[in-house]
């Protein structure tokens, strides 16, 4: 059986005028948070607090 595991991530990025470099942060976190395995499931409209869930393995799951 698959197991998952949710998180909230808060994707606020650093404070800045700059529009280019606030959405270039914030596509560098979703890179990373992807490369670790973690999928949006909501909250991207406001990226204070984002919920993301990414699968387990049984292993894994003995630490939580």
């Known amino acids: 059986m698959k197991k998952y595991e949710y998180q909230i991530f ?3 990025p650093t ?3 700059n529009p ?3 959405q270039n942060e914030l596509i560098d ?3 990373e948070l992807g490369r670790d ?3 949006i499931m909501s909250g991207f409209e406001f990226m204070k607090h984002t919920v993301f869930m990414r699968e387990i393995t049984d292993e894994e799951s003995d630490f939580r």
């Open 37 to 39: 395995g973690w999928i």
């Open 29 to 31: 976190r979703l890179n």
């Open 20 to 22: 280019s470099k606030k």
């Open 15 to 17: 404070w800045t005028l």
């Open 10 to 12: 808060d994707l606020s």
